[in-house]
């Protein structure tokens, strides 16, 4: 298993292209969203995945604060299911958070689907709102704070 961790421009087409399609493999096939998946935030984020045999099989973005947010956020959070059940999301997140972290960006917000807070409150992520519904699937909004960690 190989860690990835670049911005946007450093990205390869064939990383960029690996990222869009398990992406769609997980968001739109599986869980049958029907979302604008391009919406020009990519290029305001940093890209963390693992890679196995040279496919992306987990990853997710961290969204420079200011862009979605003004906190620092992080969004598509995902592994492909033949690699789920192995922490690969526990990990990235982990290291997501300590990236934050180490460049003094805290606190986080997220958008986190609904059956997934109990997993973030692991994390130290506490709930700020009710469950809303985004792209047809309830959310809530979360955010971990420097002294949560």
């Not at 496919?55 to 997710?60: A, E, G, N, P, Q």
């Not at 460049?103 to 709930?127: C, D, H, R, S, W």
């Not at 959310?139 to 960690?149: A, G, N, P, R």
């Amino acid at each position: 298993m190989e860690f990835v961790s670049k911005r946007f421009e450093e990205l390869t087409l064939e990383e960029l292209y690996g990222i869009l399609h398990c992406r769609q493999e997980v968001f739109v096939v599986e869980q049958n969203i029907i979302y604008q998946d391009l919406d020009y935030i990519d290029q305001s984020s940093l890209h963390m995945f693992f890679k196995h045999e040279g496919k992306i099989v987990s990853y997710l973005r961290i969204i420079d604060a200011g862009v979605k947010y003004k906190e620092t956020s992080i969004g598509r959070v995902l592994t492909i299911p033949a690699y789920r059940r192995r922490g690969l999301s526990r990990n990235l997140m982990e290291l997501a958070i300590s990236e934050v972290i180490k460049e003094g960006n805290m606190p986080i917000k997220i958008e986190a689907q609904e059956y997934l807070v109990e997993f973030y409150e692991t994390l130290g992520f506490q709930p700020i709102s009710e469950p809303f519904i985004l792209e047809g699937i309830p959310h809530v909004s979360m955010l971990l704070k420097k002294e949560s960690v």
